[in-house]
């Protein structure tokens, strides 16, 4: 994957997931057919699919089996996935439409859509733990611990707990910061993170790819404030403007537009800088760090 051009490497992505999302989420002949379908409805087709770029594009500097990092990939996919579905009920953000497409609760009900997240949570790490996934147990271990992580209140389930109150706080830029580390950060620094683990590359030689991670992490969400503010709704395929009708502080509020901008270009341009000890093997994740730079949605 490391000689595609960007392009051609999203693209291949999201056809992979795509169909490891049919296979491992098949419908049942039974009553559970629209926990399936909806499940189906939120996973497979649309979205950009970082978050198994990275995961596969990491594997590769270290010759990972493509299928075992396809499957971590899915995992990963799957929280991510998991968490929009809930973002989008009423109790949270309450949208109609998520990628293009009506949201899992306006399709299939609040009820299904509950319960679709939750499996797909669970689904996670059975991806994980299973044998399929890679032979050693301690890799499925260190891999199911650091997604729970990322996943949790001290990752991505906390940030949304923050952003929540934001409505009602006046967060300053150090906390604004904090919480999107949390919220989107956590996730793609596990993205990056499993790819390594698979590599089974020790704690200690993955600091260039976690300063990497991190800063594309932050980089990423102060385009995504950019974007709500200045996007256009049919292009990034969700509803926009929400974060400033409801008064939160977000890096574009405190930052200002060609801060924000600067700031998201210095964030992009370390992130590269992180990736110094490899060659030209590791050219994809740069290309993504500047892709995130220059989305649209």
């Not at 596969?56 to 799957?78: G, K, M, P, Y």
């Not at 299904?112 to 032979?135: K, N, R, S, Y």
Request: with cysteine.
């Amino acid at each position: 994957m490391a000689a595609q051009s960007l392009k051609e490497a999203l693209a291949e992505t999201g056809e992979v997931i795509d169909r490891s999302f049919a296979a491992l989420l098949t419908v049942p002949d039974d009553p559970r057919a629209p926990l399936y379908e909806a499940m189906r409805h939120a996973a497979i087709g649309g979205g950009k699919r970082l978050r198994p770029l990275l995961v596969l594009a990491t594997a590769d500097l270290f010759n990972v089996d493509r299928q075992a990092a396809v499957r971590v990939a899915s995992a990963i996919e799957a929280i991510h996935v998991y968490s929009l579905i809930h973002d989008d009920l009423p109790a949270m953000d309450d949208d109609d439409v998520r990628r293009g497409k009506p949201t899992v609760h306006r399709a299939y009900g609040e009820a299904t859509a509950i319960l679709a997240g939750d499996c797909l949570h669970a689904f996670a790490f059975e991806w994980l733990a299973h044998p399929d996934t890679h032979p050693d147990p301690f890799v499925r271990a260190e891999l199911v611990l650091d997604l729970a992580r990322a996943a949790g209140p001290s990752g991505m389930a906390g940030g949304q707990a923050m952003d929540l109150a934001a409505e009602e706080s006046g967060f300053d830029l150090a906390m604004v910061t904090r919480l999107q580390q949390m919220k989107t950060g956590a996730l793609i620094s596990a993205s990056v993170e499993a790819g390594a683990i698979l590599g089974r590359v020790p704690p200690e030689g993955r600091l260039g790819l976690r300063g990497y991670a991190h800063d594309l992490g932050l980089a990423f969400q102060i385009v995504d404030d950019l974007l709500d503010a200045e996007g256009d709704e049919a292009t990034v395929g969700k509803k926009l403007r929400k974060d400033g009708a409801a008064g939160k502080e977000t890096f574009l509020s405190l930052l200002g537009p060609d801060r924000a901008r600067a700031q998201s270009a210095m964030l992009v341009d370390q992130a590269v800088r992180h990736l110094h000890a490899y060659g030209s093997e590791a050219d994809l994740l740069r290309g993504i760090a500047r892709f995130v730079l220059e989305r649209d949605r």
